[in-house]
């Protein structure tokens, strides 16, 4: 299970929220069985997904990003829930790359850095709230960051970090996102700005065994920050055989009669957990007789 924690400062000026997504992100490598720049790429946005699926007010609110730039990795999804519960996938899991200039993975040249970055948020209302705004680097945070500064015109800082084990597995991952609240002036900017520049990587200070709350007590020292919520989250798949019951009977009476009739068997696997599910010839006559 990861921590995931929302504060504000005690002026009411700035927001904060921070997650250990280690696990969230071992899980995902477990699933998707990626390469090491790929558990990179999908946990980077798994956490993003977490923090701001977090800051959503509706207990049944729920946001998805996609990030689809031109990058061998091809589409990335990520699914959360008001409690920062995440889901995702990756539509090619296995691309290798040599590292970046840095020394790091290159998580922008797998992801590409010409392409979109769509964000739907279902809010309970008629129709969900669509954003998309092009790929700034394809880095993850600087997107999720240039997302918040133009879609919703919110000052941003946002920190996301994935560090793999040579063998693979994931020895860390988290992230911090950190916005103005509409009160906030150029000085609480400014402020906030200077705090958080040079600021070691996320995941040194995870590695550190830092808290997410020490760590954005460290981000902003200057700051007190009032702790809001703190909760677990988790790699959580909300698929079900009822869900890919619904999803075929929407395909319609005869569309459900033609595959009863030419297949042996409709077999579905969820893209986010990879759990299988069959369904029978009896099955598929049995849901085309159902209303939608």
Known sequence: MGKIIRTISSDGLVMATAVDATDIVAAAEQIHQTSAVNTAALGRLLTAAALMGNLLKGKRDS??????????TGLLVAAANSSGDVRGYVENPVVELPLNPAGKLDVGGAVGRTGNLYVLKDLGLKEPYNGCVPLVSGEIAEDITSYYAVSEQIPTVCALGVLVNPNLS????????????????????????????????????????????????????????????????????TCSRGRFEKALRSLGKKELEAMAAELPQAEIDCRFCNKHYIFTKAELKALSQKEV
Request: proline letters at 8%; hydrophobic letters at 40%.
């Open 63 to 72: 946001l998805t990003l996609r990030v689809d730039g031109n990058g061998p």
């Open 170 to 237: 994931v020895s860390c991952a988290g992230g911090f996102i950190i916005q103005l609240l509409p009160a906030a002036g150029e000085d609480t900017a400014a402020l906030v700005e200077s705090q958080v520049q040079g600021l070691p990587p996320v995941t040194a200070l995870l590695k550190q065994g830092l808290t997410p709350l020490q760590i954005l007590n460290r981000a902003l020292p200057k700051l007190q920050l009032e702790l809001l919520e703190e909760h677990e989250s988790a790699y959580r798949c």
